[in-house]
């Protein structure tokens, strides 16, 4: 079998592997949960080519993600739910309807409106889908609540944000940052009077605190209106070049971390941290 630009050669492919008989012992084993894990950590991959403004990597990573798909569709033709093909018309018919503005007669002068028309759209899906569900013999979809739209398989991070918005739409909200940074405090407090009670044990009180100043201080990066994961994403890359840092200067030193007191790596931390602000 060669490589194709065809998207029929990965669907045959993925058909092979999942031979009883003839394909991958690994493959055939592999169920909607075990892949899962897979999925989400290829759509990460495909984020960090992305930040690393690298197109090979990307080109690669799109494709592993798009293997995910056919995956996923592979295993839900052999059990009869759905094949790739009714994936893609899914998601074209979605588009297509969601852009009345584009491909109908509607009109939608600036993201505002375009947003407004989505809502609707989804509103009006949504009452479909429980119609289509109750045609199958499924439960229709309970009486939505309004977080039931965040879903939880986000990192916590995210789905705090996306909690949070969703409340604020109705009005469970402060309205500026400074109660909020209050609240951070607060929180920071019940935190360390648990850590005193654990002495130095791990309690599910203190991951409870703990929770509470993470949720705090993504609602605050909310009211800035900046991205939480993305703030923190870019804070891990600082770590990372900084820590680097320390490990270049061991080697060049002739010595290795362990041999190095913490007060001479956190030497090398901040003028890794200087020449950065240098460079600025």
């Known amino acids: 079998m060669q490589p194709s630009r065809d998207i029929s050669r ?14 991958c ?93 989505w809502e609707q759209i989804k509103a009006e899906e949504k009452r479909e889908r429980s119609e289509r569900r109750i045609a199958a013999g499924l439960d229709p979809d309970k009486t939505p609540g309004l977080l039931d739209g965040v879903t939880s398989a986000l990192p916590a991070l995210m789905e705090a944000e996306k909690l949070q918005k969703q409340a604020a739409k109705v009005g469970f909200d402060w309205g500026e940052p400074g109660p909020v940074i209050a609240k951070i405090r607060e929180e920071l407090d019940e935190l360390e009077v648990e850590i005193a009670a654990g002495r130095g044990d791990a309690t599910p009180e203190m991951e409870d605190e703990l929770g509470d100043v993470l949720f705090a201080v993504a609602n605050l990066a909310r009211h800035l209106t900046l991205e939480p994961e993305k703030a923190l994403a870019g804070t891990n890359r600082k770590f990372r070049r900084r820590f680097a840092a320390i490990e270049e200067a061991a080697r060049a030193a002739g010595r290795t971390l362990d041999e190095m007191s913490l007060e001479e790596m956190e030497g090398e931390w901040q003028a890794a941290k200087a020449r950065e602000r240098a460079a600025e």
């Open 10 to 23: 990965l669907i045959e492919i993925m058909a092979a592997l999942r031979q009883p008989e003839t394909g």
């Open 25 to 117: 012992p690994w493959d055939v084993e592999q169920t909607f949960e075990t892949i899962a894990p897979y999925t989400i950590e290829e759509a990460y991959e495909v984020a960090d080519a992305i930040h690393r403004g690298d197109p090979v990597d990307l080109c690669e990573e799109l494709g592993d993600l798009l293997l995910q798909v056919v995956y996923h569709a592979q295993m839900a033709s052999e059990e009869g739910s759905f094949a790739f093909p009714d994936v893609v018309e899914t998601v074209t018919r979605k588009m297509i309807r969601r852009h009345p503005h584009v491909f109908g007669d509607a009109e939608a002068r600036n993201a505002g409106m375009v947003k407004g028309l």
